[in-house]
């Protein structure tokens, strides 16, 4: 005769083994997923950052040339034609903290 506990604690060590090996093959590819998002995210804002740091450098390179040479740059065009808005610096992510009385 079986006991009367065996046939529910079966069940719950299947499903657990189930949901075990199904953590276990889900988990790493998300994990992977996530990390691959991210870093492809870093490289985006570097290079945006390093952008528009150049374009900085090129406009200050721009306005010693025009300081030297009487107000006329010498010879090429920096950083686009004179009087070119520079354009905004690449986002900076931030959150504020969220204080909350209990």
């Known amino acids: 005769m079986v006991a009367t506990w065996a046939i529910p604690v079966g069940a719950l060590c299947g499903l657990s083994a189930l949901a075990m090996f199904f953590f276990w093959w889900w988990f790493p590819r998300v994990w992977r997923k996530g990390n691959n998002q991210e870093g492809e995210m870093m490289v985006m804002e570097n290079a ?14 721009r306005e010693a040339l025009e300081k030297e040479g009487g107000g006329r740059v010498a010879l090429r065009e920096v950083a686009g034609p004179v009087g070119e808005e520079l354009p905004a610096p690449p ?7 969220v204080y909350s009385t209990y």
């Not at 945006?48 to 390179?61: G, L």
């Not at 986002?91 to 903290?97: E, F, G, L, R, T």
Request: glycine letters at 0%; hydrophobic letters at 45%.
């Open 91 to 97: 986002p900076a992510y931030y959150s504020a903290p």
């Open 48 to 61: 945006a950052r390093q952008r528009h740091r150049a374009i900085i450098a090129a406009a200050q390179e």
